[in-house]
């Protein structure tokens, strides 16, 4: 099952009296549960890895990454019919902004929208995942 409830309070709340663990914990599992909802299909990299390269490029590839994210989290809503918004692209440009007008919020607020968006996504697929087992489940039974 998916994690339906991630909250964007809670991430800030842990952040900062763990010194910013609770905010690789938090995205890491983010990703994992998002490269399970898509199977094989584009693979999100390791959180851990993503922090790496960041520090190696100066923060400019946790943006590339979080553009990433909130691309498959569309392309993921899409193929089970939810219509979610905003896309990528006005997520990215609302933490480019915020950041470059050294507001805090900017980068909250993308991250809510990703937030968001993930906990619909999670609880569409959670529900089609409960239908396609119980069928699965009912036939085994009518078999017998």
């Known amino acids: 099952m998916i994690e339906e409830n991630r909250r964007l309070w809670k991430l800030i709340l842990f952040t900062i009296p763990t010194f910013g663990i609770y905010n690789i914990y938090f995205w890491f599992h983010f990703t994992q549960d998002l490269n399970e909802m898509n199977h094989e299909e584009k693979r999100l990299l390791n959180y851990i890895l993503v922090c790496f390269l960041?520090?190696?490029?100066?923060?400019?590839?946790?943006?590339?990454?979080?553009?990433?994210?909130?691309?498959?989290?569309?392309?993921t809503g899409?193929?089970?019919?939810?219509?979610?918004?905003?896309?990528?692209?006005?997520?990215?440009?609302?933490?480019?902004?915020?950041t470059f007008l050294f507001i805090v919020g900017g980068?909250?607020?993308?991250?809510?929208?990703?937030?968001?968006?993930?906990?619909?996504?999670?609880?569409?697929?959670n529900a089609a995942f409960k239908k396609k087992t119980k069928v699965v489940g009912e036939n085994a039974a009518a078999r017998k």
């Not at 980068?107 to 697929?125: C, G, P, R, T």
């Open 54 to 75: 960041s520090l190696i490029t100066l923060g400019i590839y946790r943006w590339v990454w979080f553009f990433w994210v909130a691309d498959r989290v569309q392309v």
């Open 78 to 98: 899409e193929k089970l019919g939810l219509k979610l918004g905003p896309g990528p692209g006005t997520t990215l440009g609302i933490r480019l902004f915020g």
């Open 107 to 125: 980068q909250w607020i993308s991250d809510f929208f990703v937030i968001h968006n993930m906990n619909k996504l999670a609880k569409e697929y």
